[in-house]
């Protein structure tokens, strides 16, 4: 039976990397998913919560700066002020999802996994539809993270390493950082490292 998220533990939309980076420490401390969500979500800022929830970052065309990519809600702004995420429904104005569909290709089509992850994304952001809750795309995109990951069957092991060889880890992620933004959505390093990703939340 597929797990649903309590009141409040929404995942962000294509979290950055220092997001995940948080909900992967939650999940090696025995949260599951609801736990870790729920945990990053109550501790965020009002303010901040609305922003990492329905906005992410990803790289500009041709070296320019970053891009921000916002999700639209039914409401607008006035849903995002004083709504509780867990009721958000998504608005289907302005032809969001080829935006971000073509923003993502513009900045990673030419990485190494993207041929295989983006076919991923672009199923879950096409079949989305006026209403649809917000919370149920975002826990679909972050299964397909999770499961590029591939998380849940390498957590046990990672939990041993973390515990023995923390200092071996903690040179991996590094050594892998090169050319990564924290504050850039998640994708930036699946579509660059693929699987290998993992190490980067560690």
Do not use: C
């Not at 401390?29 to 906005?55: F, H, K, T, V």
């Not at 069957?153 to 924290?182: F, N, Q, V, Y």
């Amino acid at each position: 039976m597929e797990r649903v998220m309590p009141e409040g533990a929404v995942a962000p939309y294509l979290g950055s990397l220092e997001i995940y980076r948080r909900w992967m420490r939650l999940r090696l401390e025995g949260l599951d998913d609801n736990g870790a969500w729920g945990r990053i979500i109550s501790a965020m800022p009002r303010g901040e919560r609305r922003r990492a929830l329905a906005r992410t970052t990803v790289a500009g065309a041709n070296g320019q700066g970053p891009l921000t990519l916002s999700v639209p809600v039914q409401g607008g702004g006035s849903t995002l002020k004083r709504g509780y995420p867990g009721e958000w429904r998504l608005s289907m104005h302005g032809r969001w999802q080829a935006v971000h569909l073509g923003a993502l290709a513009t900045a990673w089509s030419a990485t190494p996994f993207f041929p295989h992850v983006m076919p991923l994304i672009h199923d879950v952001l096409d079949s989305t539809y006026e209403g649809m809750p917000f919370r149920e795309m975002t826990a679909t995109l972050h299964r397909v993270i999770a499961g590029v990951l591939d998380v849940e069957s390498l957590l046990p092991e990672i939990r041993s390493l973390t515990g023995a060889r923390a200092d071996l880890i903690r040179r991996l992620s590094d050594e892998k950082m090169s050319g990564l933004h924290t504050d850039f959505t998640i994708l930036d390093v699946i579509f660059k490292k693929g699987p290998e990703g993992i190490f980067l939340l560690l």
